[in-house]
């Protein structure tokens, strides 16, 4: 159990381009373990490796509070559709907005031992990917956000 520390948005870590994974040894397992711990004690629905400080393409998602996925290096090689719902951001505290994303997501991508896997999402399975798929290329929520105004949560 270790939590890291989560970068927030104004650190110009956040809008660097993550590194393609080319090791998947016992230091990703230990960062995803570490990603995985820091985003549940923040309450979190998904974490991208950047958000630890780490320039990696690795994500994971957790729609459900019990079911979570491990995307590494993923690509989206199909979507449709479209559909909106309010996002937040653990870089972004405070804040949140209506972003649209596709409906339907084809992902190819690879789990933490280097096995190539593919996963078709939808709903908020797909919207939590494209969120944390966009972090890896320096992309926020708020840059998609329709309505310029923020709401404040608190
Ligand atoms: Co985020």
Redesign the pocket.
């Known amino acids: 159990m270790a939590k890291r520390i989560i970068v927030k948005n104004g650190d110009p870590l956040l809008r660097l381009r993550s590194k393609v994974v080319t090791e998947f040894d016992g230091r990703l397992a230990q960062l995803l373990d570490d990603m995985r711990d820091t985003m549940i004690a923040e309450n979190?629905v998904?974490?991208?490796a950047v958000?630890v400080g780490v320039l990696k393409r690795a994500c994971i998602v957790c729609p459900d509070g019990e079911t979570s996925y491990e995307f590494i290096n993923p690509e989206i090689v199909k979507k449709s559709g479209t559909q909106s719902s309010v996002?937040?951001?653990?870089?972004?505290p405070n804040m949140s907005g209506e972003v649209e994303r596709p409906k339907k997501i084809d992902i190819r991508a690879y789990d933490r031992f280097g096995k190539q896997f593919e996963l078709k999402a939808t709903g908020y399975l797909a919207i939590i990917c494209c969120?944390?798929f966009?972090?890896m290329d320096g992309v926020?929520?708020i840059d998609k956000v329709k309505k310029p105004e923020m709401e404040k949560n608190s």
Request: aromatic share 6%; with cysteine; hydrophobic share 35%.
């Open positions: 979190g998904g974490i991208a958000q996002e937040g951001c653990l870089s972004v969120h944390e966009d972090h926020l929520f």
